[in-house]
């Protein structure tokens, strides 16, 4: 939930998990070093890691990236240079941070214990690490790492950043990927992106998610509605289609709430999963600050519960 400036705690959370899902409790700094950098390579070939105008150095650990990425997709390693400036730079920098909250606050337990002398560092993964690389949950959660990382990259990009931050995300239903509004180039997927600020549940049940599961995205409303009030006049509503009415679930589920209107319970996750986007810097942010416009009765919404309970006076 902090604020990017740059990807390195998406590529030192992915690095974790990997060792920490093979078992491994005590690693020296140089191996989880290995799948850091081997994934910020991969993504500085494809997509910004940094805002558009920001100062990077030879010496920088992007820079060395940039420079060592073509190397480093030849060999399937990270070439010497840039294993040994993850090495460097990775205590002093993203593994001091990577606990930080927004606002000065921090997570209340640790993943990881870095020990040892600059030139032996050795790292212990922690029992609350371990177990959430080993949980039931844990194939959904690399998901949300990369939609989330897609996402920030997205952000950094010119034209693409811009538009994500000024006129949000939008849903292309046939592919279920959130594209940019101006350019409609893919962003990440919906579900993907969706299901970390759902805590990984379903919206309808509130059961556990695992995306290997036949999964669907909810109209929590349901878009019927729409086809239904056109057909003897007109929707007064707001877009039913669009991302502050969508929501992950189990494919059951879904097919068994068919197109009835949401229940209580429903309708308090929902308020509860948007609240929790709208008080993240996630650029999402955005595009439900936009829907609050679009109340009933051309009225812009302070809370997700009053544009909720509006919705629902229009389907009365």
């Known amino acids: 939930m902090g604020a ?6 998406f590529a030192l959370g992915d690095a974790l998990l990997e060792h920490a899902r093979q078992g491994h409790t005590e690693i020296l700094l140089r191996d989880l070093a290995v799948p850091y950098a081997m994934r910020l390579a991969e993504h500085a070939a494809r997509a910004p890691q940094a805002p558009r105008g920001t100062s990077i150095g030879e010496t920088d650990f ?3 990236a940039a420079a060592e990425r073509e190397e480093t997709h030849q060999l399937g390693r990270p ?10 730079s990775m205590p002093a920098m993203v593994m001091r941070k990577f606990h930080n909250l927004g606002g000065g606050s921090e997570v209340p337990h640790r993943f990881y214990k870095v020990t040892g002398s600059p030139r032996r560092r050795s790292v212990t993964l922690t029992p609350q690490l ?42 292309d239903w046939p592919t279920l990927q959130l594209t940019d ?3 409609r180039r893919p962003v990440t997927g919906v579900a993907q992106a969706l299901i970390g600020f759902q805590h990984g549940r379903c919206l309808i049940c509130d059961d556990t ?19 239904r009030y056109a057909s003897v006049g007109r ?20 097919s068994t709430k068919s197109d009835r209107l949401p229940r209580n319970g429903e309708l308090q996750r929902l308020t509860q999963r948007n609240e929790a986007i709208m008080g993240s810097p996630h650029p999402l942010k955005k595009t439900l600050q936009l829907a ?24 009365i």
Request: hydrophobic share 45%.
């Open 292 to 315: 609050l416009h679009t109340a009933p009765g051309s009225r812009v919404a302070a809370r997700w519960a009053d544009f909720l309970h509006e919705v629902q006076r229009c389907c």
């Open 181 to 183: 509004k101006r350019r």
């Open 4 to 9: 990017n400036s740059r990807t390195y705690k």
């Open 79 to 88: 070439t010497d240079r840039l294993l040994d400036a993850a090495v460097k």
């Open 130 to 171: 371990l177990q959430v690389a080993q949980s039931d949950q844990a194939r959904g959660l690399r998901a949300e790492l990369d939609a989330r990382w897609s996402i920030v990259e997205s952000s950094f990009a010119a034209g693409i950043g811009r538009a994500l931050v000024q006129e949000g995300v939008t849903v």
């Open 235 to 254: 929707w007064t509503g707001p877009d039913l289609d669009a991302l502050w009415n969508l929501a992950p679930a189990h494919e059951a589920c879904n």
């Open 209 to 227: 998610l695992d995306l290997a599961d036949p999964l669907a995205v909810d109209h929590v409303f349901p878009f019927a509605l729409m086809q």
């Open 62 to 64: 992007l820079g060395v």
